[in-house]
């Protein structure tokens, strides 16, 4: 029989980070090595010889985060928002010098909502209009989400492809924000509201149609397959992978 993979969390108070600490104990063939939150040393993930570490701390903080742990050596399974193609890039140039290491940076590890993505991007050549909606609990602190983030670009991207022009939109007189962020030339919209945990629609509209594709996670174990995943496979991926959805071969 192998042996376990050796896991650290990162963020391990939060709501993430607890939940992937309880999934991880679980977890058949994975073993929590080092819990670390706000104030811990990160040395303390090498200290625990673990090969894998998994990030859910703030946007502040992730990208040093992994900074350090490519440094020494270690995969990185990140679910924290925040990155930017200029974040990203420091990564990629990063890992050309740790040959070997391999870092997932995953806007959302629910499969519903990887698949959400994906159909959208399959939909989006078809539909003249397109805008997404995303639902979050109220302690969120970015906005809009990682995930809105990656679903507008992954629609653009698919337009832009297409050959399709802007996004009909004649408004010329509103207030600051009622029309929402604009990414890369497609609304994205953020609600806040107690009870919510995550949740997106991406509304695709044509002359006397609306296409209308959901997903919600209800609580945060849906986010765990995902997570798994990322932690058995990453050690196979050198260099950096940004989104599930090249793990489950959805990235066409
Ligand atoms: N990819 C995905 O599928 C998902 C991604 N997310 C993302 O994950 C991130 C975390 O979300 P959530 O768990 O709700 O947030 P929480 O605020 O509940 O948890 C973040 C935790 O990280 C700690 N922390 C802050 N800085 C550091 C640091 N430098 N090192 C270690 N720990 C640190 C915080 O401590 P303190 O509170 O003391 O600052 C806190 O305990 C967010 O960016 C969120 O958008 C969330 C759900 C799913
Ligand atoms: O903060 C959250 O809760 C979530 N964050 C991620 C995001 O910003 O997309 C993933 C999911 O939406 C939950």
């Keep these: 029989m192998s042996e376990p993979i050796r896991v650290a969390v990162?963020?391990?108070?939060?709501?993430?980070?607890?939940?992937?600490v309880r999934a991880v104990q679980e977890a058949g063939g994975l073993e929590l090595?080092?819990?670390?939150?706000?104030?811990?040393d990160l040395r303390a993930v090498t200290d625990a010889a673990a090969q894998v570490a998994v990030d859910f701390t703030v946007p502040s903080a992730t990208e040093q985060n992994v900074h350090t742990l490519v440094d020494a050596g270690v995969h990185a399974v990140v679910g924290t928002t925040g990155w930017d193609d200029a974040s990203l890039g420091r990564v990629r140039d990063h890992l050309l010098r740790a040959p070997g290491v391999g870092v997932l940076?995953?806007?959302?590890?629910?499969?519903?909502?990887?698949?959400?993505?994906?159909?959208?991007?399959?939909?989006?050549?078809?539909f003249e209009s397109v805008e997404v909606v995303?639902?979050?609990?109220?302690?969120?602190?970015?906005a809009p989400s990682g995930t809105a983030r990656h679903t507008a670009q992954g629609v653009a991207a698919a337009r832009a492809a297409a050959g399709l022009g802007p996004v009909p939109d004649a408004t010329t007189h509103t207030l600051d924000g009622a029309r929402g962020a604009d990414v890369d030339g497609v609304r994205v919209h953020a609600v806040r509201l107690r009870g919510l945990v995550a949740h997106?629609?991406?509304?695709?509209?044509n002359p006397g149609e609306l296409l209308t594709i959901r997903t919600d996670s209800f609580d945060r174990v849906s986010f765990m397959p995902g997570v798994l995943l990322g932690i058995r496979q990453i050690a196979g991926r050198p260099g950096l992978t940004v989104g599930l959805e090249h793990l489950l071969e959805l990235h066409g």
Excluded: C, Y
């Design 10 to 20: 990162l963020g391990a108070s939060g709501r993430m980070g607890a939940t992937t």
């Design 33 to 40: 090595v080092a819990a670390i939150d706000a104030g811990d």
């Design 105 to 126: 940076v995953a806007p959302n590890f629910a499969l519903g909502a990887v698949l959400a993505m994906s159909f959208a991007r399959q939909a989006a050549r078809w």
């Design 200 to 205: 997106e629609e991406i509304l695709l509209g």
């Design 134 to 142: 995303e639902l979050h609990h109220p302690d969120k602190v970015d």
